[in-house]
């Protein structure tokens, strides 16, 4: 039950399209910017004369807040209102575009990008909870859940066309301003047509869990990437590495003395739950790792424009496009092993491609790798959403489903610090070869990566996993629950691997 009343009528079904624009807009500029900041990041170190560190935050900036943040925005919009939450991420998200393309000096602009990383925390999560409302007819309901992530796949393919195009035209801080007239439209939409609703049942701040989860991301972070220039046997990035290893120990001990936490350490109980969030951190590690060497190497190295490299990209793109919905079919009809084993194998085989890297590497061979990542990436998402449901009571699949969400982002977030300081510390060796040379482990990471993933599939998808979801279903209050990790059928709120 929510505050204000469904939304029924047929004047009211033409204002709910309007409700999916306003959100298919907000899911659109921080997936356009995710993908064009990565084109332009070659640019932006010529400008602002930034080391490859200062790249990795002007990247992970933003996915740290957005990581960090996403599970206090969702929790708190269901509290105090989620059109007045998503406004605010709205206004912080433009406002941040605006001072990150005025940003006078490198340390500016990863400030800016925090702050749209926190505007970024306020809108997908709190985009979904704002569609379920506006469409409480299930059918209608999944249609638009299904047109919603879709866009991601559109704005995937976009991204790097517009963000190369932008900088060719106009500079690296072009790719800024295309968030500020989409970022305003999408404000004067939301106050005409997005109605306040909040949730009956709403679950108390976490302060202290909260805290916990910005240190062990923040350190950990901090101590992978500036490790790669002070050393990482110094003092301060052991301390760090320690701080981040003490802050993940204490917040379970925590959050388990807590009636309402922030992250339920009993969903860790679950074989098919760990999995998915294990999944959902390394699929996103390769893909985040995977933009930001390619971008490097396709003009750092190859010397191609930012306009050049973003179109060589596109067939990865296209890729996960392609595959996205195809996974949510085979997903829905054969269960998630299928799909899960197929996307780690694919990047794996793309992975090892990759490992040979020269600056005369031909492009058949570059392309037949972006086109099997992509496939495999796109393969990858339905599967994880499902196996994280798996077996779980109806009133904690949100729940759930959130918690793998916010792993993607972490693993956004630990791809750009892992593989950029791989090459980091491997260009900064006497006599190295150069930046394709140096590239080479970070492949290697990512064909472990997809290894990891197929065995997951496999592990998580067993009957003794199912029972393990099943004895964590019965310690939550009783209810319908979801369908266990290996069965062929769809939970609740998904359609074509898209989560509710």
């Known amino acids: 039950m929510t505050t204000s009343a469904p939304l029924t009528t047929d004047g009211v079904r033409r204002r709910s399209g309007a409700v999916l624009a306003v959100c298919c807009l907000s899911l659109l500029i921080t997936a356009l910017d995710t993908t064009a900041v990565n084109v332009a990041l070659p640019a932006v170190g010529r400008d602002l004369h930034a080391p490859v560190s200062g790249l990795q935050w002007t990247v992970d900036g933003y996915t740290l807040a957005v990581a960090s943040f996403m599970l206090l925005a969702g929790s708190t919009a269901d509290r105090i209102g989620r059109r007045r939450v998503f406004r605010t991420g709205l206004v912080l998200f433009t406002v941040g575009s605006l001072a990150c393309s005025l940003a006078p000096t490198l340390g500016w602009l990863i400030g800016f990008r925090v702050a749209q990383g926190l505007g970024a925390s306020m809108l997908n999560p709190v985009a979904l909870s704002i569609i379920a409302h506006a469409f409480p007819d299930p ?25 190369g195009l932008l900088v060719a035209s106009a500079g690296w801080r072009s790719i800024f301003w295309i968030n500020i007239p989409i970022g305003v439209a999408a404000l004067a939409l939301t106050a005409v047509f997005v109605p306040e609703s909040r949730s009956a049942i709403t679950r108390r701040p976490d302060p202290v869990g909260q805290l916990f989860v910005v240190t062990i991301l923040t350190s950990l972070l901090f101590a992978i990437i500036e490790g790669a220039h002070r050393g990482y046997a110094g003092a301060p990035i052991v301390g760090l590495f320690v701080l981040s290893a003490v802050a993940a120990a204490a917040l379970p001990a925590y959050e388990r003395r807590r009636e309402q936490p922030l992250v339920d350490p009993l969903f860790f109980r679950s074989v098919p739950f760990t999995g998915s969030f294990v999944v959902a951190v390394t699929a996103f590690l390769a893909l985040a790792g995977f933009l930001f060497l390619n971008t490097l190497y396709l003009q750092d190295v190859r010397g191609y424009s930012a306009l050049h490299a973003g179109l060589l990209t596109v067939p990865m793109a296209v890729g996960i496009a392609l595959a996205s919905p195809l996974s949510g079919r085979l997903t829905a009809a054969r269960g998630p092993r299928l799909p899960m084993v197929a996307a780690g194998l694919l990047i794996t085989v793309a992975a090892l491609t990759l490992t040979t890297l020269t600056p005369t590497t031909s492009w058949p061979v570059l392309l037949s790798a972006y086109v099997l990542l992509g496939i495999g990436f796109g393969l990858v998402n339905a599967p994880i959403t499902s196996i994280a449901v798996a077996g779980m009571p109806h009133a904690q699949a949100g729940v759930s489903a959130a918690i793998t969400t916010t792993g993607r982002q972490v693993g956004n977030t630990l791809g750009v610090a892992l593989l950029g300081s791989v090459v980091a510390a491997r260009t900064r060796a006497p006599g190295h070869a150069g930046l394709a040379a140096a590239s080479h482990p970070g492949w290697w990471i990512l064909a472990v990566s997809g290894l990891l993933i197929a065995a997951i599939g496999l592990a998580a998808t067993t009957s003794r996993a199912s029972a393990s979801a099943a004895r964590v279903a019965a310690r939550f209050p009783a209810g319908p629950t979801t369908a266990t990790s290996n069965s062929p059928k769809s939970p609740p709120g998904i359609r074509d691997g898209t989560p509710a």
């Open 139 to 163: 059918r209608r309901r999944a249609r638009a859940i299904g047109l919603w992530g879709t866009t991601v796949g559109l704005s995937l393919a976009a991204g790097p066309v517009v963000g």
